[in-house]
């Protein structure tokens, strides 16, 4: 049974500092790993997918890694900004199963 | 294009109640299922279908049953409601970008309280 964990599970920083948010994973023979990000009461938004051949993927601000010899992917988020308060999810996708991790409650700082 | 579409968005239930949450996709994906968040524990999979006719249980499927007799719908019944089944109920459909990439989309969420 595939174990997705991300510590830490809250994380608080200043207005302008990079944020790294990590994900680690137990059995590597995955398909693919997608991050999300959840506002309050609100549902589930794709940031990026990382296909199991591809080593990152990069979406403007954003840029995740995958390293599946080690179980391991991280996301970075570049010059964080308040609007960038959220939970973090990573998923590992097995077909068309998300395993997922409890997330990482971020707080940017004004 | 509405994506996926859950209704209703909160609900509360007494213990023993039965009721049915919708979810309904409008992008022909072929994959739909069901995961539910508490709390410090993240997302578990309930139900899911590859396809009009097909389900399978996931995770923790005891007190839920789905079917799946079109491809844009995929309804989830709770038979006899219980306060464990408290929680934050999503719906996500999924396709098949290349033969080993699947991308997922998620409704907005359906919080359910049983009392």
């Known amino acids: 049974k595939q174990e997705v964990t991300q510590i830490p599970a809250a994380l608080s920083v200043p207005e302008g500092e990079n944020l790294v948010l990590n994900c680690s994973f137990t059995?590597?023979?995955?398909?693919?790993l997608q991050w999300f990000r959840q506002d309050p009461g609100k549902g589930l938004t794709s940031l990026l997918l990382?296909?199991?051949?591809?080593r990152e993927q990069t979406s403007g601000r954003l840029n995740a890694s995958l390293d599946k010899s080690s179980g391991r992917s991280t996301l970075y988020i570049a010059a964080s900004q308040p609007g960038d308060s959220a939970t973090y999810l990573c998923a590992v996708v097995e077909g068309y199963k998300l395993s997922f991790g409890a997330g990482t409650t971020v707080t940017v700082r004004a | 294009n509405a994506g996926v579409t859950q209704t209703p968005k909160f609900q509360v239930l007494k213990t023993g109640q039965s009721m049915t949450l919708q979810c309904a996709q409008d992008?022909?994906?072929?994959?739909m299922s069901w995961y539910r968040q508490d709390p410090g524990m993240g997302l578990r999979l309930i139900h899911y279908s590859v396809g009009a006719g097909i389900t399978d249980q996931g995770e923790v499927p005891n007190g839920y049953n789905v079917s799946r007799s079109t491809t844009e719908d995929f309804p989830l019944r709770l038979l006899s409601a219980a306060p464990s089944q408290t929680s934050v109920y999503f719906c996500a459909s999924s396709y098949s970008r290349s033969s080993a990439t699947y991308e997922q989309y998620f409704g907005p969420g359906t919080r359910l309280t049983v009392t």
């Open positions: 992008m022909n994906h072929e994959y």
């Open positions: 059995d590597s023979a995955i398909y693919n």
């Open positions: 990382i296909q199991s051949s591809q």
